[in-house]
């Protein structure tokens, strides 16, 4: 039986329909992004209300010192949902190419400080840096000169911390501001953890097309992300 060939108009039809398919696939999962960027801002700026009306009560001297960005500095693992790590890539996707590029070469050596854990006599390449006075620092590498390279999109555990309670009712933060606490004072402060609890679970593909973990540390998140581990 003659084979019956295809015209080339039915052809470039079905090419057509492929194409806008993949279009509205495509549109479609933008505009997932755009309603999870969405909630997670409208779930950030809730909790930025709630703390700037619970600051009306708190003694004066409970407040972070200007320029500390310590906790940043010091904190390997801010956990964060696949919803956080959307904010954060949008973030970056608004950074200088050059930023986000260091970013990521951050990330990865963050990613390697973890792995090898050598990073204690300060390895020159592919470990913690050196800070003054010869400490291992890992750090958030989302740090730029002092302070948070994605600020309006960081996670609600930095958004937390230092002003919040922890479900044990101890509070959330630093060594500095708990002694900012006038003895005797009690400060309302709300439940981070019942929070992040609550935070939507969506699923996230990675650029590799795997769905990132639940929670992870914001680094390794960002590592998986964006497929850059070193396996
Ligand atoms: S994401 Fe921003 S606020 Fe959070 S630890 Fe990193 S630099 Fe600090």
Known sequence: MKKIERGSAEKNLEKKKGEEGRERGEEKSGS???RALAVLKGIYEAWDEALIEDAKDWPE?????AGCFRCCEETDA????????LGVVFALSLA?????RKALKRIERW????????ASEGRENGGGEKREGGAAWRGCPLLRDGRCSIYEWRPLYCRAFGFAGAS???FFGCEILAKAIPKGKR????DY??????MPQVKVKTTGGKCLPDVGPLPEMLSIFFDRSRT
Not at 78 to 85: D, G, S, Y
Not at 187 to 190: D, T, V
Not at 193 to 198: L, T
């Open 78 to 85: 801010v956990p964060v949902t696949p919803l956080e790590v």
């Open 96 to 100: 200088a190419p050059e930023w986000k």
């Open 187 to 190: 400060i309302s402060l709300r």
């Open 111 to 118: 990613m390697a400080y973890i792995e090898d854990n050598t």
């Open 61 to 65: 001297e409970f407040r972070c010192p």
């Open 168 to 170: 044990d009712g101890s």
């Open 193 to 198: 953890e019942a929070v992040a609890r609550a």
């Open 32 to 34: 997932q992004q755009q």
